[in-house]
């Protein structure tokens, strides 16, 4: 069977607790040119679809020569469909269907247990502390919620709001305050949701007769963890709710964590009553991460996938991958199915070739001549005094600016930097580099107008 040789491959590229924990309880089904992948819940898919979804697709098309063309994974509606990994054999779905008392057993675990396990929502193992990469970025918020767990439920950080654009870390890191905490005290109850399943999960409750078991469920918990929060804008009913809930874990100092991608004050689409109240412990932002920081999240993602990922490499797919760390995740994938495939170890040439659309878009969008343009629109400021001789404060601190920013996002050489800026000498930008990031440690109104510009340049 197609799938089980694919599986036999897989155990040998991914390390044994990805391959058991993630891949072997898939189970999978081949319709003409597609093999067909079914997880337990959304959250699997989309796990499989940034870490593993192109190597399996290579391995796929590569082992059944060239007949199945995609790969698609989805969540199984039927009952009992998934089993755990010691349950699930290594094959289709055909060897379910030839198992009916192990379906009719789930279906029956899953019947009389209803809403119940719907709410559960499982935290994902590799997101500790220990896995996550810090950098000035994020080391604020990562402190915090390790603070958390030494002080759970204090009001000086309850409700804990973590906010900032979407692929950053939020997640990771409020789950991690969950893993942790399981793992020191495994009583502990901990709940682990997005804002839009406590919607579906409070609306089934209704359908089902069964509200004051979800609320019982939600208000006797020792830790509550919901992404997403402001996706709770126009769900009426559900806000009602949610209030009520987080008003009562508060009362008795039971520990919330959120996350937005906004600061608290600006969900303005939400009740202003649940907003004030998100301000009334600490609200921790999280930046895109620094080239450095970039650099070591592929390194330690590569080490903790088994992969030998030169530090050039890094730097190369660091330059060009900015946006935030899911981005860098599949890049860093893409590198590893095409080495593989091809065969050969992970060198410039084949992160070039594996990142050459990314290569190709970033030609289009982020260059220096776009960085100076920027710049000088920000600061109002002729766009010939960017480049040009002036050493005068109103023009050297923009400069020396846009100078760093082309370092950072167009992965330029120091030479070829300072031929776009009037000529100057690789020593002069190299000088202008560093002294970015001192006044970005120093002066919080230059690290601002830094951030402005990342985020202009690269939206």
């Not at 959304?42 to 192109?54: D, K, V």
């Not at 993602?301 to 330059?319: H, T």
Request: with cysteine; net charge neutral; aromatic share 6%.
């Amino acid at each position: 069977m197609l799938w089980t040789d694919c599986l036999t491959r897989l155990r040998q590229e991914l390390s044994g607790n990805v391959f058991t924990m993630w891949i072997r309880p898939l189970v999978a089904e081949e319709l003409n040119d597609t093999l067909r992948l079914y997880a337990p819940n959304p959250y699997w898919t989309r796990y499989i679809q940034e870490h593993h979804l192109e190597l399996i697709t290579i391995l796929a098309e590569q082992m059944s020569e060239g007949r199945v063309r995609k790969v698609e994974i989805l969540v199984d509606s039927r009952p009992g469909a998934i089993l755990s990994a010691n349950e699930q054999p290594a094959t289709t779905t055909a060897a379910l269907q030839s198992a009916p008392a192990a379906v009719s057993k789930a279906k029956k675990e899953k019947d009389e247990t209803g809403t119940k396990n719907s709410r559960k929502r499982l935290l994902n193992p590799l997101f500790t502390f220990s896995l996550f990469v810090e950098g000035r970025s994020n080391q604020m918020a990562a402190e915090t919620c390790r603070k958390v767990l030494t002080q759970l439920g204090a009001s000086q950080h309850n409700p804990l709001f973590l906010y900032g654009p979407t692929g950053l870390g939020k997640t990771h890191l409020m789950q991690a305050v969950g893993n942790a905490l399981l793992q020191a005290k495994p009583n502990a109850r901990v709940m682990y949701m997005t804002a839009e399943s406590f919607v579906q999960d409070f609306v089934s409750s209704l359908q089902q007769g069964k509200v004051e078991e979800f609320k019982k469920n939600c208000r006797s918990l020792d830790l509550l963890l919901v992404d997403d929060i402001h996706l709770l804008a126009g769900k009426e009913a559900s806000l009602v709710e949610f209030f009520y809930t987080f008003n009562a874990l508060l009362d008795e100092s039971k520990q919330i964590i959120l996350t937005s991608d906004r600061y608290p004050k600006e969900l303005t689409e939400l009740d202003a009553r649940l907003v004030s109240r998100f301000s009334w412990g600490l609200s921790v932002g999280v930046e895109p991460p620094d080239i450095e920081t970039r650099i070591e999240i592929l390194l330690k993602k590569a080490e903790s996938s088994g992969v030998e990922l030169p530090r050039n490499c890094a730097l190369f797919i660091a330059q060009q991958v900015v946006a935030n760390v899911r981005e860098l995740e599949g890049a860093l994938n893409k590198v590893v199915a095409i080495s593989r495939f091809k065969g050969t170890p992970i060198d410039l040439d084949v992160v070039r070739e594996s990142l050459k659309d990314v290569l190709a878009i970033r030609a289009r969008t982020i260059s220096t001549e776009n960085i100076q343009r920027v710049v000088s629109e920000y600061f109002r400021i002729p766009l010939k005094e960017i480049v040009g001789p002036k050493r005068t404060r109103i023009y050297a601190r923009p400069r020396q600016l846009a100078m760093g920013l082309a370092r950072e996002l167009t992965g330029d050489s120091f030479p070829e930097i300072g031929m776009a800026f009037g000529g100057r000498d690789h020593s002069t930008v190299m000088h202008a580099c560093e002294k970015v990031i001192s006044l970005r440690e120093e002066d919080p109104i230059f690290n601002e107008d830094y951030k402005n510009l990342q985020r202009l340049l690269q939206s």
